[in-house]
């Protein structure tokens, strides 16, 4: 049973606001624009991101999505971003 005071505890705190960053403590868009010499989908990935001058530098791995889902890109591009989440999240 919650106790009465419980409830007056007022809103509990959420995560801080700003891009979340994986391991290595960087944005996952700046993560991925250091992934361009990668010779997998990865790679291309970054390449296409550094060469896109709206590109989400300090967006996370949903921004990116949105971003290139925008940009009408390749269903390849967009497994790439699921890869690329994966082993950012591990850093």
Do not use: N, Y
């Not at 005071?5 to 250091?34: M, R, V």
């Amino acid at each position: 049973m919650i106790a009465d005071d419980a409830q007056d505890a007022g809103p509990i705190a959420g995560p801080i606001a700003g891009p979340i960053a994986g391991g290595a403590g960087e944005p996952f868009g700046t993560w991925l624009l250091t992934q361009v010499a990668r010779k997998d989908w990865i790679g291309d990935l970054a390449r296409a991101a550094k060469a896109d001058r709206r590109f989400p530098r300090d967006g996370d791995p949903d921004t990116v999505r949105s971003h290139l889902g925008e940009q009408q890109a390749e269903s390849d591009m967009l497994e790439a971003i699921d890869d690329a989440e994966s082993i950012w999240l591990r850093l």
